[in-house]
């Protein structure tokens, strides 16, 4: 299944957040610390997740200052790192696979990465986290889109173990720029 991507532009126009949803594998069995987390845990069938429109237009620069998951099972509490680029990385994107972002051909396209707070479950049926300037998770964080696009792509990483994932969950992860 495709990732659904929306855009929706702040008061004035001086904010932009993609929301990414994108529907999980997470049918290989437990994560374990540092597997990355994606639509497909067959040999190479995983995909970089794309962000499209986070930029205003093709190749501009900006900074992200919010960021949060949202994840459809409920009593999940991983820290999660979102490695992002400018182009579609050649690092494992396959589901449940360990991690190996970042790799040395794709250095020159690497942005940066957003360190996400353990998940929590407040009563509201998912789990969720988000990052802000005021956490430890890296923002702002400043980023270039390449000069034909106006897209960054990630990989979305568990910094720790994760047990009760349901296979066919989905993420919504949402970034905010200016």
Request: glycine share 10%; aromatic share 6%; net charge negative.
């Amino acid at each position: 299944m495709a990732d659904t991507v929306t855009r929706i532009w702040g008061i004035g126009g001086n904010t932009n957040t993609v929301s990414l949803l994108r529907t999980l594998d997470a049918s290989g069995g437990d994560y374990a610390a540092g597997d990355v987390l994606s639509d497909d845990d067959t040999a190479s069938g995983g995909t970089a997740m794309s962000f499209t429109g986070i930029g205003k237009n093709e190749g501009a620069a900006g900074y992200i200052t919010k960021a949060s998951i949202l994840c459809s099972t409920t009593a999940l509490t991983p820290r999660l790192t979102l490695f992002l680029f400018k182009a579609a990385p050649t690092c494992e994107l396959d589901d449940n696979a360990a991690n190996t972002a970042v790799l040395a051909a794709d250095q020159a396209n690497y942005v940066g990465h957003i360190d996400f707070p353990a998940m929590e479950d407040l009563g509201t049926g998912m789990s969720q986290t988000i990052a802000t300037p005021s956490t430890y998770g890296n923002l702002p964080l400043a980023f270039n889109c390449d000069a034909a696009s106006d897209t960054l792509y990630g990989v979305l990483v568990t910094r720790d173990a994760i047990i009760g994932e349901a296979a066919s969950m989905t993420v919504r992860i949402n970034l905010t720029a200016k």
